[in-house]
């Protein structure tokens, strides 16, 4: 189903064959990883999701290119007793292409959830952590953690809890350390959207009306 509020493109090689995950009303689901690369070479390990129904119509070769179209999602999960927030790019079409294996483009429309965190990196960095709340069908909503650098990260912690934003950028993959009781450190995965531009609505205005925030440095970033 379409969503206005939430579109991703993307193109990658899947890392293994999808295994069965889950079925919802007899129907199956699969997960897997797509793996995406960046400009520079990175790549992006992203978490997938696939109706049944597209693993049964199409052949997913591991060594080809695929183009992968659907929305950003997310759900919780219970890992170590802990709830954790996972997300998933839910695939709606899936096919083999020889387009630009380093696409990937999300769209997205929704309210800040929780006031932005606005820090510096050990470099002198500026980055804006941001929670986006995205509706969906069946009065649901998708929690997608965001990201904003440099200017735009300025421009971002001016944002209150329940403004409407609208975000483009990509679903990228980053590792990292947590501290555990015990004194020892794991490495986790997250997950989140890193923002090429942001829209803000006016909210003095009688209709919607968005103001529009490019920073340029953050069209080549790729950190």
Not at 117 to 143: L, Q
Not at 209 to 216: G, M, Q, S
Request: aromatic share 8%.
């Amino acid at each position: 189903m379409e969503n206005p509020n939430n579109h991703m493109i993307a193109c990658g090689r899947l890392e293994d064959t999808p295994v069965l995950s889950h079925e919802v009303m007899n129907e199956p689901f699969y997960t897997g990883t797509l793996i995406v690369k960046r400009l520079s070479g990175t790549v992006d390990r992203l978490p997938i999701t696939l109706p049944g129904k597209l693993i049964s119509d199409t052949h997913l070769p591991l060594d080809s290119l695929l183009l992968v179209s659907g929305q950003v999602r997310s759900y919780n999960k219970v890992i170590d007793g802990a709830g954790r927030l996972m997300v998933t790019l839910f695939v709606q079409s899936i096919s083999v292409t020889n387009d630009n294996e380093t696409m990937n483009r999300v769209e997205l429309t929704g309210a800040l959830c929780k006031p932005p965190i606005y820090r510096s990196t050990p470099f002198g960095r500026e980055i804006c952590d941001m929670m986006v709340a995205v509706n969906r069908a069946f009065g649901k909503s998708d929690y997608i953690p965001c990201i904003a650098w440099g200017r735009n990260a300025q421009y971002a912690s001016r944002f209150e809890v329940g403004d409407r934003i609208r975000i483009t950028g990509r679903l990228q993959s980053r590792e990292y350390q947590k501290l555990l009781e015990s004194g020892e450190y794991i490495t986790r995965n997250a997950f989140e959207v890193s923002a090429f531009t942001l829209d803000a609505e006016d909210k003095h205005t009688p209709e919607a009306v968005f103001e529009t925030f490019t920073a340029e440095e953050t069209l080549h970033d790729d950190k």
